[in-house]
T-cell receptor, first 115, second 111 residues
């Protein structure tokens, strides 16, 4: 049982480049999330999805896009990378909403540097 | 907006000590509170989840409490071990969409 898998683990981008962070989960979870973690800061929600075909913005969505064509996959796309997007990105999933008390599972993170 | 604070930012204790990590939040209208552990270069691992209607949860040497009225939660670690060294984060869920995270307490257990 792999859980939540993110790729790549590390990436260096030049300003203006684009890339996609991949995320897949094998737990048949409905809910998936993308967070970013900046040094000394708490995790901030970028986008989330409550099921295939449904996505919505979180707290810090600018400069990012997502899609959810399958239950398993939730890629995050960075368009026109900027230094402010240098961060650690975490994908996460849960079976249902927090109101039912379900635990959220995280991937191991993707370290992105924009230079 | 929910604000989550964890103090201290870092803590060092000798092996075998019992310790308490603190988490405070500003809005008592929560769904649940979750404590996570994060090892360097790794993702977050869920330790304990306390639902809004609960007062505490226990797992092995860990005990988490929740006092919504005062906006506080504590994570108690008994008989600390060097393997407990990590950053501990608390997170508050206020709705279906989001967890509000604290900035964490970095714990070092000295052998």
């Amino acid at each position: 049982n792999a859980g939540v898998t993110q790729t790549p683990k590390f990436r260096i981008l030049k300003i203006g480049q684009s890339m996609t962070l991949q995320c897949t989960q094998d737990m048949n979870h409905n809910y998936m999330y993308w967070y970013r973690q900046d040094p000394g800061m708490g995790l901030k929600l970028i986008y989330y999805s409550v099921g295939a075909g449904i996505t919505d913005k979180g707290e810090v969505p600018n400069g990012y896009n997502v899609s959810r064509s399958t239950t398993e996959d939730f890629p995050l796309r960075l368009e026109l990378a900027a230094p402010s997007q240098t961060s650690v990105y975490f994908c996460a999933s849960s079976y249902s909403t927090g109101s039912s008390g379900n635990t959220i599972y995280f991937g191991e993170g993707s370290w992105l540097t924009v230079v | 907006k929910q604000e989550v604070t964890q103090i201290p930012a870092a803590l060092s204790v000798p092996e075998g000590e019992n310790l308490v990590l603190n988490c405070s939040f500003t809005d008592s209208a929560i769904y649940n509170l979750q404590w996570f552990r994060q090892d360097p270069g790794k993702g977050l691992t869920s330790l304990l989840l306390i639902q809004s209607s609960q007062r505490e949860q226990t797992s092995g040497r860990l005990n988490a409490s929740l006092d919504k009225s005062s906006g506080r939660s504590t994570l108690y670690i008994a008989a600390s071990q060097p393997g407990d060294s990590a950053t501990y984060l608390c997170a508050i869920r206020t709705g279906a969409n989001n967890l509000f995270f604290g900035t964490g307490t970095r714990l070092t257990v000295i052998p």
